[in-house]
């Protein structure tokens, strides 16, 4: 569950938290963009590198290194299937391109798990259903989707009680074999599904005693401005990526590897 | 046995949850764990059955420290029912939501199939059992979440707030079934809001403040007195209300059930036609 600490916004005042969340989706969107435009290790570090001092910036260090602490597993997976396919597509010699190949990729998905903690680190749902409404798209959609934000803490706090209560009830998650283990989830999955269920059809009841939809023009008490830094920011962005580009197309890049250890 | 030894805990997210705590429940004990919300009490139970392991201090359970036991181990002693029955119902049926932790225990066919007949006799839920436990009302749920657990007879049963959701009858019901257990010596630990419950109860009483045990006693010693109750936001039973409010007129201020009460006040009223209708 300690993936989620990394999706959970905390209040702040730091230069990116200050940023319009447009802006910030902006540059969000930019490092996922780069990072799908190249696979050579070398870039991946600049853009990972290029991120560490955004991090630092927005303060929250701390949540993000934890989020990364929980991906571990899937990072792992990603390297090591990776490296199982290079090494087997080379008559089963592990040679150096598989290795900096699936560091590289490994590197992307934590360049695409920190741009995301990035931005939802930073940005709290209610400015998130702000910049939503304000790209004009419909408000019942813009609630549903800040709604789900909002509630995968309080999913993941529920999906830890339910596996003690199981526990408790002498499950034993990590016992038996592979389809086994797949099977233990089925008690915790199963009540986590259906109170959800409950949990939204309330939430609906809810909302319809308190006339959710009665107006159809709503108006907002805050309303997102594009300010001064945000425009510089954007401009930033722009020029990053035109230089992406052309790095892309015309420049050649650094061949770094790693060696095969020595055995 | 439980053995509470010093134990704090904090939780991940920064909450000091219990400080420093000590508190031992010997076998057959009845305990009612009382205090405000956040006071620390489901997170004290959840250290009886190793959840939720101590950040100091240790727990002993029969003389076995929980950090060196699984969890499934613990639970085969420490029956623990959590306050929310839709955290762990799942099952097509009750009769096999019952199964469940049988099955786990490892517990041979023939005897689950026994097991579940006693228990649904002893909570009122025969004709339920081929019913979807979703399709149950809340206080019915809660029963069977009670009897999923008492389904593999732990010596000890630790239950977070029973009587949330059942009427007077149920909880006239669940006194006399926690009185029926200790009758067969099992200890019966409880979290409750339900001062009035309590009242009739008459269990020890642990009253919880801020992670910490503000009074441990006897219902009558700690639910007579307004100044620890009002400290740890608890409301007197009534007829303890309604004692203390009488205590200039010379009554007892300790007094705690109806019968008490009764036997105090028969002899000084009036007996006339006025009361009659009395």
Same mark, same amino acid.
């Given at each position: 569950?300690?993936?989620?600490?990394?999706?959970?916004?905390?209040?702040?005042?730091?230069?990116?938290?200050?940023?319009?969340?447009?802006?910030?989706?902006?540059?969000?969107?930019?490092?996922?963009?780069?990072?799908?435009?190249?696979?050579?290790?070398?870039?991946?570090?600049?853009?990972?590198?290029?991120?560490?001092?955004?991090?630092?910036?927005?303060?929250?260090?701390?949540?993000?290194?934890?989020?990364?602490?929980?991906?571990?597993?899937?990072?792992?997976?990603?390297?090591?299937?990776?490296?199982?396919?290079?090494?087997?597509?080379?008559?089963?010699?592990?040679?150096?391109?598989?290795?900096?190949?699936?560091?590289?990729?490994?590197?992307?998905?934590?360049?695409?798990?920190?741009?995301?903690?990035?931005?939802?680190?930073?940005?709290?749902?209610?400015?998130?259903?702000?910049?939503?409404?304000?790209?004009?798209?419909?408000?019942?959609?813009?609630?549903?989707?800040?709604?789900?934000?909002?509630?995968?803490?309080?999913?993941?706090?529920?999906?830890?009680?339910?596996?003690?209560?199981?526990?408790?009830?002498?499950?034993?998650?990590?016992?038996?074999?592979?389809?086994?283990?797949?099977?233990?989830?089925?008690?915790?999955?199963?009540?986590?599904?259906?109170?959800?269920?409950?949990?939204?059809?309330?939430?609906?009841?809810?909302?319809?005693?308190?006339?959710?939809?009665?107006?159809?023009?709503?108006?907002?008490?805050?309303?997102?401005?594009?300010?001064?830094?945000?425009?510089?920011?954007?401009?930033?962005?722009?020029?990053?990526?035109?230089?992406?580009?052309?790095?892309?197309?015309?420049?050649?890049?650094?061949?770094?590897?790693?060696?095969?250890?020595?055995? | 046995?439980?053995?509470?030894?010093?134990?704090?805990?904090?939780?991940?997210?920064?909450?000091?949850?219990?400080?420093?705590?000590?508190?031992?429940?010997?076998?057959?004990?009845?305990?009612?764990?009382?205090?405000?919300?956040?006071?620390?009490?489901?997170?004290?139970?959840?250290?009886?059955?190793?959840?939720?392991?101590?950040?100091?201090?240790?727990?002993?359970?029969?003389?076995?420290?929980?950090?060196?036991?699984?969890?499934?181990?613990?639970?085969?002693?420490?029956?623990?029912?959590?306050?929310?029955?839709?955290?762990?119902?799942?099952?097509?049926?009750?009769?096999?939501?019952?199964?469940?932790?049988?099955?786990?225990?490892?517990?041979?066919?023939?005897?689950?199939?026994?097991?579940?007949?006693?228990?649904?006799?002893?909570?009122?839920?025969?004709?339920?059992?081929?019913?979807?436990?979703?399709?149950?009302?809340?206080?019915?749920?809660?029963?069977?979440?009670?009897?999923?657990?008492?389904?593999?007879?732990?010596?000890?049963?630790? +239950?977070?707030? !029973?009587? #949330?959701? $059942?009427?007077?009858? &149920?909880?006239?019901? =669940?006194?006399?079934?926690?009185?029926? @257990?200790?009758?067969?010596?099992?200890?019966?630990?409880?979290?409750?809001?339900?001062?009035?419950?309590?009242?009739?109860?008459?269990?020890?009483?642990?009253?919880?403040?801020?992670?910490?045990?503000?009074?441990?006693?006897?219902?009558?010693?700690?639910?007579?007195?307004?100044?620890?109750?009002?400290?740890?936001? +608890?409301?007197? !039973?009534? #007829?303890? $209300?309604?004692?203390? &409010?009488?205590?200039? =007129?010379?009554?007892?201020?300790?007094? @705690?059930?109806?019968?008490?009460?009764?036997?105090?006040?028969?002899?000084?009223?009036?007996?006339?036609?006025?009361?009659?209708?009395?």
């Amino acid at each position: 569950m300690k993936v989620f600490d990394g999706l959970q916004f905390r209040r702040g005042t730091s230069p990116i938290h200050r940023l319009d969340p447009r802006t910030k989706f902006v540059m969000s969107c930019l490092i996922f963009i780069q990072a799908f435009m190249f696979t050579e290790f070398f870039y991946l570090i600049v853009l990972f590198l290029a991120q560490l001092p955004l991090v630092a910036l927005a303060q929250v260090h701390r949540q993000w290194t934890r989020s990364l602490r929980g991906g571990l597993l899937l990072i792992l997976l990603i390297f090591f299937t990776n490296l199982i396919v290079g090494v087997v597509s080379n008559d089963f010699q592990l040679t150096s391109d598989a290795l900096t190949y699936s560091t590289a990729m490994s590197l992307r998905f934590v360049v695409l798990m920190t741009s995301f903690s990035l931005f939802f680190l930073t940005t709290s749902p209610d400015d998130l259903g702000l910049a939503l409404e304000q790209s004009h798209i419909p408000y019942e959609f813009c609630f549903a989707f800040t709604t789900a934000v909002r509630f995968v803490p309080v999913l993941a706090r529920e999906a830890q009680t339910i596996m003690d209560a199981q526990r408790s009830r002498g499950l034993e998650l990590e016992k038996g074999g592979f389809m086994k283990r797949i099977r233990n989830y089925i008690p915790i999955l199963i009540p986590l599904i259906v109170s959800a269920i409950r949990r939204s059809l309330e939430l609906a009841e809810a909302m319809e005693t308190r006339a959710f939809g009665a107006t159809k023009h709503r108006t907002s008490l805050h309303t997102l401005q594009i300010e001064g830094r945000d425009v510089i920011t954007l401009a930033l962005c722009v020029v990053v990526l035109a230089f992406t580009i052309y790095t892309r197309l015309y420049l050649p890049i650094p061949d770094i590897r790693i060696p095969v250890p020595a055995t | 046995m439980i053995e509470v030894d010093q134990v704090s805990y904090t939780y991940p997210a920064g909450t000091q949850a219990l400080q420093d705590i000590s508190v031992t429940i010997p076998e057959g004990d009845f305990v009612a764990i009382m205090g405000e919300n956040g006071a620390g009490k489901t997170t004290l139970i959840k250290h009886f059955n190793g959840i939720l392991k101590p950040e100091r201090g240790r727990v002993r359970v029969d003389g076995v420290d929980t950090k060196d036991a699984s969890v499934a181990e613990l639970s085969r002693t420490i029956g623990l029912v959590f306050q929310n029955p839709d955290h762990q119902l799942f099952s097509e049926t009750v009769e096999e939501e019952i199964a469940f932790g049988l099955r786990n225990f490892g517990f041979p066919e023939d005897e689950v199939a026994q097991r579940i007949d006693w228990t649904l006799r002893l909570l009122n839920l025969t004709q339920y059992r081929q019913t979807s436990p979703f399709l149950l009302s809340g206080g019915e749920r809660k029963r069977v979440a009670l009897a999923t657990v008492l389904a593999w007879n732990p010596k000890t049963l630790v +239950i977070d707030e !029973p009587t #949330i959701g $059942q009427d007077y009858r &149920q909880k006239e019901r =669940l006194r006399q079934f926690f009185a029926e @257990l200790r009758g067969q010596g099992r200890t019966v630990v409880f979290v409750t809001h339900d001062v009035e419950f309590v009242a009739d109860c008459d269990p020890r009483v642990l009253l919880m403040y801020r992670g910490q045990i503000l009074a441990d006693g006897s219902a009558q010693q700690v639910l007579t007195n307004p100044e620890i109750t009002a400290k740890a936001s +608890i409301l007197l !039973p009534q #007829i303890a $209300q309604l004692f203390h &409010q009488l205590q200039d =007129l010379g009554f007892p201020h300790e007094v @705690l059930t109806v019968q008490e009460a009764k036997g105090l006040l028969e002899p000084v009223l009036p007996r006339g036609e006025a009361h009659e209708g009395l």
